[in-house]
């Protein structure tokens, strides 16, 4: 195999760069608790650390829907974040999450629909970062990785 051939096959974030995803806060918060054990996509991602992004906003019906699936799927097994918890960390950073695959298929109660990643080992910040996000999965820019860095807990 070529050296080429692995470097496409091989995630290397000194090459690549750090990515992030962005998700609603109460997804964030429920990923940072590792409580939520995959990420629901329609496309697949290299295995590796990347940050988990909450969006700008947040309306208090997506709020409510979340809180409601949740309750659905696992009643009381899973403290649901309060709103205005999730609005404190709307725009920021909220941690980093390890990918470690991407299922087609899973018993997991957090899969639905036809790719998840499969997450594993939050890194967790003292404090959110606040960072600009965007669709799908987007590069980190040099201050926020520095920022991000710099919030871990120890």
């Known amino acids: 195999m070529r050296t080429s ?5 091989t995630p290397n974030f000194e090459r690549k760069g750090l990515r992030a995803f962005t998700v609603k806060a109460h997804w964030g918060l429920l990923i940072r608790a590792g409580l939520k054990t995959v990420e629901n996509r329609s496309f697949r991602v290299p295995p590796g650390l990347y940050l988990v992004h909450a969006s700008n906003n947040l309306s208090f019906s997506d709020w409510c829907a979340g809180s409601l699936w949740v309750a659905d799927r696992f009643g009381a097994a899973v403290r649901f974040p309060g709103y205005d918890e999730c609005r404190a960390w709307c ?3 909220v941690c980093g999450i390890h990918v470690v695959s991407a299922l087609t298929a899973s018993a ?4 639905m629909g036809d790719v998840a990643w499969e997450l594993e080992r939050p890194v967790l910040c003292a404090r959110g970062v606040a960072a600009k996000g965007f669709l799908g999965v987007w590069a980190v820019d040099g201050e926020v990785r520095k920022k ?4 871990l807990l120890r």
């Open 148 to 151: 991000f860095v710099s919030a």
């Open 108 to 111: 997991d109660p957090w899969y």
């Open 91 to 93: 725009g920021q950073v």
């Open 5 to 9: 051939d692995i470097q496409r096959r």
